[in-house]
């Protein structure tokens, strides 16, 4: 199984900073990552899928890079509605696998 | 709009069995494929199984490997998964996602299911 690693597991932040998120896989993934976004009592939702790639209606600030093995997710203005978990999983091969997350909170 | 709603979730003794069923709308239900993920409290998120637009094709994780089968019904637009022999860590929120190409696109709100003496 491939595993999915995850830093950092926490972050605090302010609003309007700059935030990256990095997914390390063990094995290569080529582009098949995707990151979502979980929000207390919610179901995830898609962010960015094919490491790079914006789902429709996500907004233009959330940016995602790498291929490989490494990846991130790059959040460039925080704002308050962003802050929540944030996981990485791998479509590459089964079974499918995530990461830890990594929870962003308010400093 | 694509909808998802799953339902079946409840408390069972460990041992037994239950059944979750996920209603698909707003979608060719029989086009996609759709995966189970579940979330224990507190935790992280595992994906589960997935069963191929016509039903024919599954896969399970090693987890869930012989306690667990997942079906479907496209005309009912309705995904299943049956499970047996549960266990204290199977205590999860399941989800029902619908794969586009390789991720998961759309969730439901998510089944509570609690194994407990």
């Known amino acids: 199984d491939i595993q999915m690693t995850q830093s950092p597991s926490s972050l605090s932040a302010s609003v309007g900073d700059r935030v990256t998120i990095t997914c390390r896989a063990s094995q290569s993934t080529s582009h098949y990552l995707n990151w979502y976004q979980q929000k207390s009592g919610k179901a995830p939702k898609l962010l960015i899928y094919a490491a790079s790639t914006l789902q429709s209606g996500v907004p233009s600030r959330f940016s995602g890079s790498g291929s490989g093995t490494d990846f991130t997710l790059t959040i460039s203005s925080l704002q308050p509605e962003d802050f929540a978990t944030y996981y990485c999983q791998q479509s590459s091969s089964n079974p499918y696998t995530f990461g830890q997350g990594t929870k962003l909170e308010i400093k | 709009q694509v909808q998802l709603v799953e339902s079946g979730g409840g408390l069972v003794k460990p041992g037994g069995s239950l059944r979750l069923s996920c209603a698909a709308s707003?979608?060719?239900?029989?086009?996609?494929?759709m995966s189970w993920i579940r979330q224990a409290p507190g935790k992280g998120l595992e994906w589960v199984s997935y069963v191929g637009s016509r039903g024919t094709t599954v896969y399970y994780a090693d987890s869930v490997k012989g306690r667990f089968t997942i079906s479907r019904d496209n005309a009912m637009n309705s995904l299943y998964l049956q499970m047996s022999s549960l266990r204290a860590e199977d205590t999860a929120v399941y989800y029902c996602?619908?794969?586009?190409?390789?991720?998961?696109?759309?969730w439901g709100q998510g089944a509570l299911v609690t194994v407990s003496p």
């Open positions: 707003g979608f060719t239900f029989s086009d996609y494929y």
């Open positions: 996602a619908r794969h586009s190409s390789s991720y998961f696109d759309f």
